[in-house]
């Protein structure tokens, strides 16, 4: 088992920035991929950004240029920067972790994120 606890959401305005971090704890086995997801009320959840445990990354196209996913691997811990946020990125932001190995897959809790003036 793994456990995800995520810290850093909340109110900011159009432009600001926020910083999400997500550690992991419990059955770690490398490689992983850690990520964050987002999802709005009554649409799917999707694909923020994710890092492997060897550090490559994939991104929305939608945050490309704005967000930053990084990592620290002796803490398991991912993070989010966020910076010239929108309004559209309001959502709730989901921790992931995934056992590339086995595809074993643990969401945290989700972090609301409000981007509004």
């Known amino acids: 088992q793994v456990q995800l606890v995520e810290s850093g959401g909340g109110l900011v305005q159009p432009g600001g920035s926020l910083r999400l971090s997500c550690a992991a704890s419990?059955?770690?086995?490398?490689?992983?991929?850690m990520g964050w997801y987002r999802q709005v009320s009554g649409k799917q959840r999707e694909l923020v950004a994710t890092?492997?445990?060897?550090?490559?990354?994939n991104y929305a196209d939608s945050v490309k240029g704005r967000f930053t996913i990084s990592r620290d691997n002796g803490k398991n811990t991912v993070r989010l920067q966020m910076n010239s946020l929108k309004p559209e990125d309001t959502a709730v932001y989901y921790c992931?972790?995934?056992?590339?190995?086995?595809?074993?897959?643990?969401w945290g809790q989700g972090t609301q994120v409000t981007v509004s003036s």
């Open positions: 890092i492997t445990s060897y550090g490559a990354t």
């Open positions: 992931k972790f995934q056992v590339q190995i086995t595809r074993v897959e643990y």
């Open positions: 419990g059955s770690i086995f490398s490689p992983y991929v």
